[in-house]
Structures are given as C-alpha cells and as structure tokens.
C-alpha cells in the first residue's frame, strides 16, 4: 500500500516565525488532506489538496502530485498553533487515508 | 448541526469484557471508517465499509468487529481478544466518488480497568 513520510517529527518554534511541514508519498494520490490536532484528539481538517496550492488566512499548502509531495507553509506562528499536524493521502476511488506519523509542534511565547 | 457524533467520549473496559463504540453521521456519506491511535502515534486503519451491509478490514483489525446496518451508523466492537485495547479511537466518513474528503468525529478514550 501507499507509504506516506512526514518531516520533520518535532518542531519548536518561536512565536511569530514562519514553518514548513513536508510530506512524502509512495504512489499516485487522488486524495490529500492535511490536519491539525488538537490537544483535546480533535482532527481539525486544514486543507484538501490532491494537487495545487490552497490558502487559508496564516495557513497554505502546496501539493506537487507529479513529484509526491506536500508542503504545510505556516506563517506568524501563534501558541494555539501547538498540537500534531499529519498528512494523509489515499489512492484512487474510496480507499480509505493514509496517516503519516505526523510533526509535533511547539510554539513558545 | 451536520456531523460525525462519536459516543462515549470516555469507555473503560474490564479484563475479557466486549465493548461497543458508537459512529452516527447525518451527512448522507456512503463510506465510513474507523481508526485507531495510540500515544505519539499517527492513525492506524481498522474496518472501512462503503457501503451499507459491507466491510472490509483494515491493517489491524484482528480483536474488532463492525457491522453496518444502516447507511448512518458503523459501530465498532473491541472484544476480549483484542489484547491491548487503550487507545484513542477515530470514526471517519466520506461522500463516495474521487474528490472528497474524509471527516472525523471526536473521538473515544478507551481505557483497560
């Protein structure tokens, strides 16, 4: 099945910097989300992005599904933005996500 | 309010006891899925069905069970034989057909007595 390969496994970050996320997959993907997980085990839906770039306010990604890979641009980092934040892909059809191991992040004021 | 209300948030279990974890989903979504996650660890797939009256199992589904009698309910049991059941379980669901996202409930805690 579908590898998929988050970087890098920790981040701390200093309050107001920007970050980079990256993930790696094995195999063509007709579904890509991101998450953002919060310290309660809620899964917030950032972006779904099999191909293309999306934006959302401090937030963007950016799938290259030619070369497999997606990267989670994060900019002005703020504390709530702490938690885990895993990358899941799928193959063609309805087979079911593909979890990364995800990248912790800490943000500190 | 559209969604994915997974219940109890909270379920211990006592040695060689079944216990049955609730998905409802009012989002008319034929597929459903659920997973499993254990500390510092990403999600691990159990059973999915797409479609009502059929599943599949995932990467670990020995010591689960599910059923899907209806198009809005994917209950999942842990049974005795499942020897290591602490985790935090995730319940998910997507319109079929390429395009779609997954979206999750919030979660059950489960915990060995």
């Known amino acids: 099945g579908i590898q998929v390969e988050q970087s890098p496994p920790d981040l701390i970050l200093q309050e107001g910097a920007n970050s980079t996320l990256r993930c790696n997959f094995s195999?063509?993907?007709?579904?890509l989300q991101w998450f953002h997980q919060n310290p309660w085990g809620q899964l917030i839906n950032l972006f779904y992005?099999?191909?293309g770039t999306k934006q959302n306010g401090r937030l963007s990604a950016t799938t290259v599904a030619t070369e497999r890979y997606s990267l989670l641009y994060i900019s002005s980092s703020q504390t709530t933005d702490s938690g885990v934040y895993f990358c899941?892909?799928?193959?063609?059809?309805?087979?079911?996500?593909?979890f990364g191991k995800g990248t912790r992040l800490s943000v500190i004021a | 309010d559209g969604g994915i209300t997974q219940s109890p948030k909270y379920l211990f279990r006592k040695e060689g006891q079944n216990v049955t974890l609730s998905c409802e989903q009012n989002?008319?979504?034929?597929?459903m899925y659920w997973y499993r996650q254990d500390p510092g660890q990403g999600l691990r797939l159990i059973y999915y069905s797409q479609i009502v009256n059929d599943f599949q199992k995932g990467d670990i589904a020995e010591g689960y069970s599910v059923s899907r009698e209806k198009k809005e309910s994917f209950p999942l049991t842990v049974t005795s034989a499942q020897k290591n059941p602490t985790a935090f379980y995730l319940c998910a669901s997507r319109i079929t057909g390429g395009g779609q996202p997954q979206h999750f409930g919030d979660g059950t805690r489960l915990s060995i007595l």
């Open positions: 899941a892909a799928a193959l063609g059809g309805n087979t079911p996500l593909v």
């Open positions: 195999d063509s993907v007709n579904n």
């Open positions: 992005i099999p191909s």
């Open positions: 989002l008319n979504h034929d597929a």
